[in-house]
């Protein structure tokens, strides 16, 4: 892909050396100001393309915006969030039968590749009410200021869980 990382870092290095890692299925840190769709650690294998595809362009474009207004210039998920994110995935997937299998559910299907949970399974309605939560708050993301002033926000989502 040629994502590189603040360090020069290809982002296929970075997940090859340890994991597939994101915040929200939709942001990972050590990447400013880096947005994907339709990725790891959202319910993408569990929903309709076009409508997760939707769904996380409107929550980025509207997250986009806000930091505009604030006069941000750079964003990251922090190290803390983006472990909290990947930590709920696999919980939420440990309570099912998907960790049990050798599929492209959780890589096992690629020689080499780590085996670990990639998809959010509580559906799109949760995963977006938990994004816009994280969104509207800047939960867990590091923002610098075109002032020169960063912000660490060290608050955690509220973490999800299969009552939710």
Sequence with gaps: MGLKNKDGVDIKDVWKNEGIKSYMGMTFEGFPNCFMIYSPHAPTALSNGPTIIESQADM????????????????????????????????????????????W???????????????????????????REVLDGMKGFEVEYEDGKTKIDQEMPTKATAAA
């Design 60 to 103: 980025i474009t509207e997250f986009i915006s806000s930091l505009e207004t604030a006069k941000a210039k750079s964003v990251t998920p922090t190290a803390p969030a983006q472990e909290q994110w990947v930590e709920t995935v696999n919980d939420l997937a440990n309570m099912t039968l998907l960790p049990l299998t050798n599929s």
């Design 105 to 131: 559910w959780t890589a096992a299907n690629v020689p080499g590749k780590k085996v670990q949970s990639l998809t959010y399974i509580l559906g799109i309605q949760q995963y977006e009410a938990t994004c």
